[in-house]
């Protein structure tokens, strides 16, 4: 058989096998991976020891002035890239030494001399390390996976509260995304999240400049935060062109939008208000950056690292080195802190994008030397990046034009902080204002609860799909042996004059009951559960409760009613689960009717030509039964052969020399042996890749044949026969 014609009979398979099977329609993709190009890299540095023996004494020897002349000038800090480019062949990708970088810097010569001009024995260098880790902490910066299939592709965030005028919140409450996220990768990381639409254009607007998060009271109203934030953009002049629920819009200062939502974040459930920046149509549309290294311009002026030092933005050797909390805020501060956590990013995502090393000078090197140093390289070495306005992944305060709009616009931040902070509304004011007290609301905000139930339901559909994934592959399988029984016996129908045995009528998932009440339909509007868990909730806002406990009672009150939407969930997921298994069971009862009634229409005799096949087989097999399917074989390198299937048995006949040779037969009971499909390398003298084992109840190879047909289908079709509990089967005598 040519592979054109095992090629049409498969895919006249799968035709038939969807013919069999109901239409089930295919969901949508529910995540979306984020496109950001990140290049791994190694960052492991190498701490190289010393040998005691004399070789390294006298090399020691010899260098010994210029390596004292280095040790006292500068150092020089050796990149992380430079040295996954010399090992590159001996790490994998998937390691994840990037993120383990050590600024190794030694505190003193590599070997000691003595004044009488002996060599002493070299010593181990006492060394600082001063990680990527070390300045992410520093600057308050985390990372997130958008998806696992991307382990390198993260989603940064900056803490920018300490930024914030009279405030001494700890807590991370304002948070900045340093890589512009698109409205797709929000919608995989928040839930309640709107398409924000540019108000003329009716368009999807490009990547923000700014997007922001700033965390709000789960028992505050959605219309109260609404309220403080019309308050706060009018103090900016903004004009308010959208409010709806939880969604509001406003064109600021001419040439941006404004967009503000209350969201609820995925991962950890905190409420949060979205708050993005966009360019409008009224903004230029000429990029005033360009795809060079920064270099001082009237665009993109340097920072001038010593008016930082001295206005105390940066560490000094006073200054606690425990504390991650010493940057001084100055006018610059907030803006110059993001850029200096962009081109870390941009340094760690993309390694060969900066290659210029790090020089430290300072004599003796402390981890506060180490680390202005590092924020001065940071802020001077960097690769500029498009604008938002390009529409790709980018990196806005590495952008000159994105940049000023990013140094412009934090007044609006700090108007908005103000306005919510006034009134009560951020999470922060738990500490001095008692969850479920008045103003707030003794329990959880209506709106708060709706996102909190979308995200609920937005697991369960997830769940459903993979548990009816797994019982519907298990249909489509038996469906699609069905179908290849139905496909092999059809030249048998045509042979016999038998008519073919009509096909079942499959029936769709909604035929069946489902044995659910809607949680809602039952106690509106949120079920039963979770109306108990808001009514203790309730209970619980009528006891005294101040500082860290207020957020503690906060953070269990939503897990509380997250866990009832979750356990009516659980429910639900129970019962279209068990439709969705009783649908497949009676799918595969269906087929094995259908295959059993096929093979009784063959059996019955009910032509001439069928009563003569099974004369045949008796003659030789001595047991009476009508032959299903013929075939062709190859017993060896050399000879031919013919293999006969009925219901219980499989007749080989041998012919090892063509016309002059003898027939040798084997009967084997379907019952007592079973099949191994093997594969090997074709010959001229052996075309068939594929050949079958025929193994007995010990696993002993009793026979082997390369079948003319594909092996298999041939395989699947005696399965079935072996498999299917209404054939009647017959005892050898």
């Given at each position: 058989?040519?592979?054109?014609?095992?090629?049409?009979?498969?895919?006249?398979?799968?035709?038939?096998?969807?013919?069999?099977?109901?239409?089930?329609?295919?969901?949508?993709?529910?995540?979306?991976?984020?496109?950001?190009?990140?290049?791994?890299?190694?960052?492991?540095?190498?701490?190289?020891?010393?040998?005691d023996d004399m070789d390294q004494e006298m090399q020691d020897l010899q260098h010994a002035e210029?390596?004292?002349?280095?040790?006292?000038?500068?150092?020089?800090?050796?990149?992380?890239?430079?040295?996954?480019?010399?090992?590159?062949?001996?790490?994998?990708?998937?390691?994840?030494?990037?993120?383990?970088?050590?600024?190794?810097?030694?505190?003193?010569?590599?070997?000691?001399?003595?004044?009488?001009?002996?060599?002493?024995?070299?010593?181990?260098?006492?060394?600082?390390?001063?990680?990527?880790?070390?300045?992410?902490?520093?600057?308050?910066?985390?990372?997130?996976?958008?998806?696992?299939?991307?382990?390198?592709?993260?989603?940064?965030?900056?803490?920018?509260?300490?930024?914030?005028?009279?405030?001494?919140?700890?807590?991370?409450?304002?948070?900045?995304?340093?890589?512009?996220?698109?409205?797709?990768?929000?919608?995989q990381m928040v839930v309640g999240l709107q398409t924000s639409t540019n108000l003329e254009t009716s368009h999807v607007t490009t990547l923000p400049i700014r997007t922001v998060t700033i965390r709000i009271?789960?028992?505050?109203?959605?219309?109260?935060?609404?309220e403080a934030l019309h308050h706060a953009l009018g103090k900016q002049n903004a004009e308010i062109d959208k409010r709806q629920g939880g969604h509001m819009q406003a064109t600021w200062s001419q040439h941006y939008?404004?967009?503000l939502q209350l969201v609820t974040e995925q991962s950890t459930l905190e409420r949060q208000l979205l708050m993005r920046l966009f360019y409008n149509s009224h903004s230029t549309q000429e990029s005033t950056d360009s795809l060079?290294?920064?270099?001082?311009?009237?665009?993109?002026?340097?920072?001038?690292?010593?008016?930082?030092?001295?206005?105390?933005?940066?560490?000094?050797?006073?200054?606690?080195?425990?504390?991650?909390?010493?940057?001084?805020?100055?006018?610059?501060?907030?803006?110059?802190?993001?850029?200096?956590?962009?081109?870390?990013?941009?340094?760690?995502?993309?390694?060969?994008?900066?290659?210029?090393?790090?020089?430290?000078?300072?004599?003796?090197?402390?981890?506060?030397?180490?680390?202005?140093?590092?924020?001065?390289?940071?802020?001077?070495?960097?690769?500029?990046?498009?604008?938002?306005?390009?529409?790709?992944?980018t990196l806005p305060a590495l952008n000159a034009q994105d940049y000023q709009v990013i140094q412009?616009?934090?007044?609006?931040?700090?108007?908005?902080?103000?306005?919510?902070?006034?009134?009560?509304?951020?999470?922060?004011?738990?500490?001095?204002?008692?969850?479920?007290?008045?103003?707030?609301?003794?329990?959880?905000?209506v709106q708060y609860c709706g996102q909190l139930r979308r995200l609920s339901r937005d697991r369960l559909i997830q769940q459903l799909l993979k548990g009816a994934g797994e019982l519907e592959e298990f249909a489509r399988e038996a469906e699609y042996a069905c179908a290849n029984m139905i496909a092999l016996l059809k030249p048998t129908f045509q042979l016999y004059g038998i008519p073919e045995t009509p096909l079942p009528q499959p029936v769709s998932l909604n035929d069946y009951s489902l044995d659910f009440t809607p949680p809602h339909v039952a106690c509106p509007p949120w079920g039963l559960s979770v109306q108990s868990a808001l009514s203790q909730i309730q209970t619980w806002a009528k006891e005294d409760s101040e500082g860290e406990s207020s957020m503690i009672k906060a953070d269990n009150a939503v897990n509380l009613v997250f866990n009832a939407l979750q356990?009516?969930?659980?429910?639900?997921?129970?019962?279209?689960?068990?439709?969705?298994?009783?649908?497949?069971?009676?799918?595969?009862?269906?087929?094995?009717?259908?295959?059993?009634?096929?093979?009784?229409?063959?059996?019955?005799?009910?032509?001439?030509?069928?009563?003569?096949?099974?004369?045949?087989?008796e003659a030789v097999a001595k047991v009476r039964q009508v032959p299903l399917v013929t075939w062709s074989f190859l017993p060896g390198t050399t000879g031919t052969g013919s293999c006969t299937v009925t219901s219980n048995f499989i007749l080989f006949s041998t012919r090892r020399i063509p016309i002059i040779g003898g027939t040798k037969t084997q009967l084997f009971a379907l019952k007592d042996v079973e099949f191994e499909v093997s594969t090997e390398k074709t010959s001229l003298l052996n075309p068939f890749s594929s050949f079958i084992r025929v193994l007995n109840r010990r696993q002993e190879e009793v026979f082997r044949f390369w079948p003319s047909m594909g092996a298999i289908r041939l395989k699947s079709f005696l399965d079935r026969l072996k498999i299917n509990p209404l054939l009647e089967t017959f005892e050898m005598e």
């Open positions: 058989m040519t592979n054109d014609a095992a090629e049409e009979e498969e895919d006249a398979v799968r035709a038939l096998a969807a013919r069999l099977a109901p239409s089930l329609k295919q969901a949508e993709a529910l995540l979306l991976t984020h496109t950001l190009h990140s290049i791994p890299s190694t960052n492991q540095l190498d701490n190289n020891e010393y040998d210029d390596l004292l002349r280095r040790e006292l000038d500068q150092v020089y800090l050796e990149e992380p890239e430079d040295l996954w480019q010399r090992h590159q062949e001996s790490i994998s990708d998937n390691e994840e030494e990037w993120q383990k970088t050590d600024i190794i810097t030694p505190h003193s010569p590599s070997s000691f001399y003595m004044t009488s001009g002996e060599a002493a024995r070299p010593m181990t260098p006492k060394t600082t390390r001063y990680r990527q880790e070390d300045h992410m902490t520093v600057l308050q910066l985390s990372a997130n996976n958008t998806t696992a299939l991307q382990p390198r592709n993260h989603l940064y965030r900056v803490n920018m509260t300490h930024h914030l005028s009279n405030t001494t919140c700890r807590i991370p409450i304002v948070q900045e995304w340093v890589v512009a996220p698109s409205e797709d990768t929000l919608k009271r789960p028992d505050v109203l959605c219309g109260t935060v609404m939008d404004v967009d060079t290294p920064s270099k001082k311009s009237e665009q993109d002026e340097l920072v001038d690292i010593q008016y930082l030092i001295e206005n105390g933005l940066y560490l000094n050797d006073d200054d606690n080195e425990e504390d991650p909390n010493t940057l001084v805020s100055t006018k610059d501060a907030p803006s110059l802190h993001l850029r200096e956590c962009a081109a870390l990013i941009q340094r760690i995502e993309t390694p060969q994008s900066s290659r210029k090393p790090i020089r430290l000078s300072s004599n003796p090197l402390t981890k506060q030397s180490m680390q202005q140093a590092v924020s001065t390289h940071l802020l001077e070495n960097y690769i500029a990046c498009p604008s938002v306005k390009e529409g790709s992944s412009n616009s934090w007044p609006l931040i700090e108007t908005i902080w103000d306005e919510l902070d006034t009134r009560d509304l951020l999470y922060s004011s738990l500490e001095h204002s008692p969850f479920g007290a008045f103003p707030a609301l003794p329990t959880l905000d356990m009516q969930d659980d429910e639900e997921q129970t019962a279209r689960l068990d439709r969705k298994n009783r649908q497949v069971m009676d799918r595969l009862a269906a087929m094995q009717e259908h295959e059993k009634a096929m093979i009784d229409d063959i059996e019955a005799e009910a032509t001439v030509k069928a009563i003569l096949a099974a004369n045949d087989f």
